[in-house]
């Protein structure tokens, strides 16, 4: 198993049988693909959420509550990696729930690392609607929509019904959208 890792940790995890690693090694896994992302940062194949389910654990809570921090630091796609782990989790504990919400209204994280962290919330509709009506009220910059359109993509129509979504699609400043509401 190390060799893999050291070899290929990207491959290793997304067409690894994950169930199978120890916490150790998961862990192995996560900080060879981050150290692969910093010689090859745009190395990260999208929709593989699938690909990772069950690799989150809640006793890495604290683990992956650092690596996300480290990866909205190194502004690389190592961040959708850390982000499709934590949306494949059944479920996030309280601590790195904290951490991703911090970083969805820090105005500094870049839009496109911010609506990743959207997806990955699940659970959390309250907080989604409150970061939206924030847009909304101007309290929370969004002018190229991409929280927006992760935020209804999100909330409609269980929470973001079909009467009250034209309120939130008058707020976009683009007239092009593509997400699927």
């Known amino acids: ?3 893999l890792i050291q070899i290929d940790p990207y491959y290793q995890a997304m067409h690894g049988d994950n169930s199978l690693f120890a916490i150790e090694q998961k862990k192995d896994i996560v900080l060879s693909v981050r150290q692969y992302a910093e010689n090859s940062p745009y190395f990260y194949k999208f929709n593989h959420s699938l690909d990772l ?22 502004q690389n796609h ?3 990696f850390i982000c499709a782990i934590l949306k494949g989790a059944s479920e996030l504990g309280d601590g790195i729930c904290s951490v991703i919400k911090e970083n969805i209204i820090d105005s500094s994280v870049a839009d ?5 962290l959207i ?33 209804l993509n999100k909330l409609y129509p269980d929470v973001v019904d079909s009467k009250s979504v034209i309120q939130y699609l ?3 400043h683009t007239t092009e959208r593509g997400g699927g509401i």
């Open 53 to 74: 389910q069950g690799f989150y654990d809640s006793r890495l809570e604290e683990f992956f509550a650092a690596e996300l921090q480290d990866a909205v630091r190194m």
């Open 1 to 3: 198993n190390t060799l």
């Open 170 to 172: 008058q707020l976009y």
């Open 112 to 116: 496109y690392d911010r609506d990743n």
């Open 119 to 151: 997806y990955a919330l699940n659970d959390e509709d309250d907080f989604l609607l409150e970061v939206l009506n924030k847009i909304k009220d101007g309290e929370l910059d969004d002018d190229n929509d991409h929280l927006k359109e992760a935020l």
């Open 78 to 80: 190592y961040i959708y």
